[in-house]
């Protein structure tokens, strides 16, 4: 499907009448998508290109873990191609051709191959949008941009669908499932009921251990003494002889099968758990692949579904609304709210925070058992499930009053998964309100009542949870009413948090100056926390 046309460069194609003109074709280490229209037939006039670049391991400092997830899946791809009869030209990252940008490399194999025509798949992400559609204006040659077939909802979709009005991922979702008629008995919901969200609160009881994640054990010393040698800076650590991620589309389906077949029963029942003994619980662990393209969100949900119909007696209607809910919705709204809003988002500061991020959240030293344990398994394994990433880093970041740069890159380095149209809109927006209420309605943040609720960590911790103040008072209880007292004027009109402010003005005018001293004392010296 051709988008963008305008594209088309002015000067004229040097060899109109060569019957082999060669087209030069640019996959991404994002666009693995074996589905696409492009590989329906084999072309002889047609050359794939695939790069591993500076400009990629160095725009943030990757974990080593997604780094290795992304070659290994940018060179299996490419085997694939090459397999199935395409021309694939790949420059790993010590190949002496490559030049390590985009415009350069692209420029080399133009000139080598005497390409005629040049295509590409329109990117996820703004700064490889713009550096693109600046390549295409300067090229001599035509050039095509073509849509990625994989999204269920086009880029200006979400902006489309509200124009003025205020983004409601609700409402989004709703119009997704009767679109792709998931879950649907004619234009209502199979069970007369949208949202099953209240019934996926439960906390995992003690002895309660979900099932082993399924991990692939593959050996990737040979990437990491790649990117050793070649001085790639990186966060966080990996087993080389045990890599667990999946990188084909063959293990990105055996991880959803087991998936279906394993987590799916007890998805949504504790989707917003957390414990300290088992990293992944009943989450999917599908965002690599299927942010890669190798899994399409259509075929994830289909399968799930099929899955649940297939296993009704065991696994609830809540289980399936409440992970078909997260794909076709949170995913497809964050993309929409971020062509939407982009240039502008990357930049907003609603709260207009400035402090660093403490230097524990490199090395997850730090006495509060919560962020210790959510920063050394995503330091372990570049994955934190969403509740971690929401009410423990995040709610910790917006509470201390982080500048929301700081706290992006982080979230950009960190996750497996991170690329920044879903990146960008989860931290920024809805972990950090850094939007005004863009994402979502509210600023998601809690004291340490709500982690405890749905979690163990704080048995144990240093920090007492009932505490607000006193020498082991759990920080996010002061910093928590900090934050509301500092941004009343900004958030005392939100009809959902009427209620804080309400609680807050019912405590005497000493007890709430406690609480603030309290505050500022541990925001003056948050790398000790
Ligand atoms: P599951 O819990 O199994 O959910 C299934 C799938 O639903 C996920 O694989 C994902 O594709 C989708 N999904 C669920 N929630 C969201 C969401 N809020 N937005 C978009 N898709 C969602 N997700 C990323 O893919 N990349 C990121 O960089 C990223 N950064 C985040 C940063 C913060 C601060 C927060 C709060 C969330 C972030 N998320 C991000 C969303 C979510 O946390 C991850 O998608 C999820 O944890 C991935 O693990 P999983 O595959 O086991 O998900
Ligand atoms: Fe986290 Fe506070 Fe609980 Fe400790 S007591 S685990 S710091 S919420």
Redesign the pocket.
């Known amino acids: 499907m051709l988008l963008q046309n305008n594209m088309q460069s002015q000067a004229p194609n040097h060899n109109p009448q060569n019957k082999m003109a060669k087209t030069l074709r640019l996959l991404l280490g994002d666009q693995l998508n074996s589905a696409h229209s492009w590989f329906e037939k084999n072309d002889d006039s047609v050359i794939y290109c695939l790069f591993e670049m500076r400009q990629e391991t160095d725009y943030a400092t990757h974990h080593i873990q997604k780094i290795i997830a992304f070659f290994l899946a940018m060179r299996a791809f490419a085997a694939q191609l090459r397999n199935n009869g395409h021309q694939v030209e790949y420059l790993t990252l010590d190949h002496p051709d490559n030049r390590h940008t985009l415009p350069e490399n692209l420029r080399y194999f133009i000139d080598k191959f005497q390409i005629a025509r040049f295509e590409y798949l329109l990117p996820d992400e703004f700064r490889l949008d713009e550096q693109l559609s600046r390549f295409c204006e300067q090229l001599s040659i035509p050039a095509e941009a073509f849509d990625t077939e994989h999204f269920l909802a086009g880029r200006y979709a979400l902006r489309d669908f509200f124009g003025k009005k205020n983004y409601l991922m609700e409402s989004f979702y709703r119009a997704m499932r009767r679109k792709y008629h998931i879950l649907m008995d004619g234009d209502q919901p199979v069970t007369g009921q949208w949202n099953y969200d209240q019934d996926n609160r439960q906390k995992l009881s003690k002895n309660h251990l979900p099932p082993n994640p399924l991990l692939f054990e593959r050996d990737v010393s040979d990437i990491f003494q790649l990117l050793e040698k070649q001085k790639v800076k990186t966060i966080g650590r990996v087993d080389v002889k045990n890599f667990g991620w999946p990188t084909t589309r063959a293990e990105g389906l055996q991880l959803l099968d087991f998936?279906c077949e394993k987590l799916l029963p007890h998805?949504g029942d504790f989707?917003d758990a957390m414990t300290p003994h088992h990293w992944?619980l009943y989450?999917?662990?599908?965002?690599?692949v299927?942010?890669v393209k190798l899994l399409s969100?259509l075929e994830?949900v289909r399968r799930s579904v099929e899955e649940w119909q297939r296993r009704k007696d065991e696994i609830s209607f809540a289980q399936i609304e409440g992970?078909v809910r997260?794909?076709i919705g949170?995913?497809e709204?964050?993309r929409g709210i971020y062509w939407a809003k982009m240039p502008a988002f990357a930049t907003m500061n609603f709260f207009e925070h400035h402090r660093p991020l403490p230097s524990w959240f490199w090395t997850g030293k730090t006495k509060m058992n919560c962020l210790r344990h959510a920063i050394s398994q995503s330091l372990d394994h570049a994955?934190?499930?969403?509740i971690q990433?929401?009410m423990v880093?995040?709610n910790f970041a917006m509470l201390a009053g982080i500048h929301p740069d700081e706290v992006d890159a982080w979230?950009?380095g960190i996750?497996i998964?991170?690329?920044e149209w879903?990146?960008i809109?989860?931290?920024r927006g809805?972990?950090q309100f850094a939007d005004g209420g863009i994402t979502g309605t509210k600023p998601y943040c809690s004291s340490a009542a709500y982690i405890n609720k749905m979690s163990h960590y704080c048995e144990g911790c240093f920090y007492k949870k009932d505490q607000r103040t006193g020498v082991r008072a759990c920080p996010f209880n002061s910093l928590f009413w900090h934050f509301h007292d500092r941004h009343r004027e900004k958030l005392e009109r939100n009809p959902r948090i009427g209620m804080v402010y309400r609680n807050w003005d019912k405590m005497s005018g000493e007890v709430r100056a406690e609480v603030l001293a309290q505050a500022e004392g541990y925001l003056g010296c948050m790398e000790d926390l």
Not at 283 to 288: G, I, Q
Not at 383 to 386: G, I, Q
């Open positions: 998936f998805f989707q992944a989450h999917s662990r599908l965002s690599f299927i942010n969100p994830v992970f997260q794909i949170w995913r709204y964050m994955y934190a499930h969403h990433r929401l880093t995040g979230y950009l996750y998964d991170a690329i879903v990146e809109t989860n931290t809805m972990s």
